[in-house]
């Protein structure tokens, strides 16, 4: 079997960056597909596609390109105007007619240095929200991808193991037979074989709905619910060390969940300064030529307009901006308390659910192999009943069973603990072309 060599580290959160691909993909090893009729889908294939593909990443993408335009808006300064004014025409008297116009031909500017500087802050740490959310919200897509495949894993897993399970039934109801003829079995035990071989059956063909119905949920992610006809490539694993909870929690602070409030309150910041600076006199300067008519003379003119007013116009806008200010940095804080709280928790169950998985693959489940083989050995001799017989072999496949739902626990409190606090606990290097043999 081949498998992805992991490395576990914290990589920091940085905006319009990759990781969600990469970030639960330690969590699987890679098997020989299950169904060779079927095309392979892997995890990492999985993400890749849903990142590509999924609507909301694509309607995120147009409002990133959006906030990259206003930045671009924003640069742009006012244009200058051209004017042209005639005077002392079409009056009474000596102004009857165009004899004594005068026409002026001007140009008028105004200085907004600061005023274009504030839109551009502005502008920016717009695109910067947009592009947190865009990470925000591959974190979350990926996270829904990454559970669906885990889901539809652990069915094939289980499909596989009752798949064995009737195997197991069917080759118990054989010998039943043969000892019933032989006079070593009763009819009871044979009926009872019969109804168990029956039951696995029906576990084989109720599995095998919920493995296409998973297969559906996952394909569904990139939006492709009616193709479903693939075999998924891997195995649940749940060996790997991690991260320790200290450790994540130093790094909470640069979530992109954390840093979303504080990114708005620096937009909050900046479209203070730019109220700030609107409310400031905005000097506008004219200047141009003037042409008499009655005397044929040209002449230069001039100007500049002061506007009037109240500086602190804009102070009511400024007021509430502090507050918006302040609201955002208090949410910041209230996030990063409820994700410790909550990290905390999962932290927790994740460590649980691999301790009872390590109990379960190391420790529970070797002893029921050795006790199925001395039953089987008992049986043959005549010391067990069918019954007991049974019930050995019962409970080893309940462990496995029960192994399978625990790795499956393992890992959705990973990829929960990655999508909450966006920092990839998992981070590994994986080449499709190494493999190793087990």
């Known amino acids: ?52 593909q999924h609507p909301q990443i694509k309607a995120q993408a147009y409002r990133t390109q959006s906030a990259q335009a206003q930045v671009r808006q924003a640069e742009v300064r006012r244009g200058t105007e051209i004017q042209l004014e005639v005077e002392d025409v079409l009056g009474s008297g000596i ?28 502008a920016v740490g717009k695109q910067s929200v947009a592009a947190i959310e865009q990470d925000l919200l591959r974190y979350d897509v990926a996270a829904r991808t990454a559970q669906a495949f885990l889901t539809a894993l652990a069915y094939q897993e289980r499909l596989a193991l009752a798949k064995l399970a009737s195997d197991n039934a069917s080759s118990s109801l054989d010998e039943l037979r043969r000892r019933s003829r032989a006079g070593r079995a009763s009819r009871v035990d044979v009926l009872r074989a019969e109804v168990e071989l029956e039951r696995r059956k029906l576990d084989v063909e109720d599995l095998d709905h919920e493995l296409l119905v998973a297969r559906q949920h996952l394909a569904a992610q990139w939006g492709e619910a009616n193709d479903v006809d693939f075999a998924l490539l891997g195995e649940l694993q749940t060996s790997q060390q991690l991260v320790s909870l200290e450790d994540l929690e130093k790094q909470l602070q640069e979530s992109p969940r954390v840093t979303r409030f504080l990114s708005q309150a620096r937009v909050n910041e900046s479209e203070m300064a730019m109220a700030k600076a609107d409310a400031l006199s905005r000097w506008r300067f004219s200047a141009g030529v003037r042409r008499y008519e009655a005397t044929d003379d040209f002449g230069v003119v001039a100007g500049v307009a002061i506007p009037l007013g109240n500086q602190r116009r804009n102070q009511a806008r400024v007021s509430e901006l502090e507050a918006e200010q302040a609201l955002n940095e208090a949410m910041a804080i209230s996030e990063e308390s409820r994700l410790q709280a909550r ?96």
């Open 95 to 122: 102004y009857e007619g165009a004899d004594s116009a005068q026409a002026t031909l001007s140009l008028s500017w105004a200085l907004e240095g600061k005023q274009v500087e504030s839109r551009v802050d502005v």
């Open 343 to 438: 990290l905390f928790e999962l932290y927790q169950a994740l460590q649980h659910s691999r301790h009872q998985a390590g109990a379960l693959r190391e420790e529970m489940i070797p002893r029921l192999q050795q006790a199925v083989g001395a039953a089987n050995e008992a049986y043959s001799l005549g010391r067990f009943s069918y019954l007991e017989w049974i019930s050995v072999k019962q409970e080893l496949l309940d462990a496995r069973l029960a192994l399978i739902n625990t790795q499956l626990a393992s890992h959705v409190n990973l990829t929960e603990i990655e999508r909450l606090t966006g920092l990839a606990i998992s981070a590994q290097t994986f080449s499709a072309d190494s493999k190793e043999q087990k």
């Open 1 to 52: 079997m081949s498998r992805v060599f992991v490395v576990f580290t914290i990589k920091k959160p940085i905006a319009n960056r990759l990781l969600v691909p990469l970030m639960v993909l330690g969590v699987l090893s890679f098997a020989p597909p299950l169904v060779a009729a079927e095309a392979e889908l892997t995890f990492s294939q999985a993400i890749e596609r849903s990142l590509a």
